[in-house]
């Protein structure tokens, strides 16, 4: 009867741990993509304000300090800009769930990719033929305009 009770109780703990193994799955999934959608929004947001303040003025190459932009938010430390003969590249790090919600944010922008050997590789993995500025590093996600 003990060895019965004690079966009992341990498929009852395994589904217990299974269950909130889940659960936290679940929330990692869902705290990624919304970090993912956050960086997204600031990388394209900078793109936008860059490229209005661009529409008047002839910046030249180099980065544009942000408080010339107006933003209504102070953007992640790790986001960069860089203007590159009269290209606009916006780049940080890859987080999980960023390419996602850029590709989601962007509407499909086929100017999405990554740095790979000082290439800018489009996400379709086909070399997209443009050095990428020295300063950003291997593996970063890059908005292009």
Excluded: K
């Excluded at 304000?49 to 529409?55: A, E, L, S, T």
């Excluded at 940080?92 to 850029?102: F, K, R, S, T």
């Excluded at 290439?119 to 300063?135: E, F, I, K, M, Y």
């Amino acid at each position: 009867m003990g060895w019965l009770l004690l079966a009992i109780c341990m498929a009852f703990l395994t589904i217990i741990g299974d269950i909130q193994l889940e659960e936290r799955q679940t929330a990692r999934t869902a705290w990624q993509q919304q970090s993912g959608q956050l960086y997204a929004t600031q990388m394209l947001m900078l793109a936008n304000r860059i490229n209005d303040y661009r529409y008047n003025r002839n910046p030249g190459d180099g980065t544009l300090a942000l408080s010339l932009l107006a933003l209504p938010f102070t953007p992640d430390p790790r986001i960069q800009h860089r203007l590159v003969q009269g290209r606009l590249w916006v780049w940080m790090p890859e987080q999980p769930g960023l390419v996602d919600a850029l590709r989601d944010r962007s509407r499909g922008s086929a100017l999405i990719g990554t740095r790979r050997n000082g290439q800018l590789v489009w996400l379709s993995g086909t070399a997209s033929g443009l050095s990428a500025p020295a300063d950003i590093p291997d593996g970063a996600v890059v908005y292009l305009n």
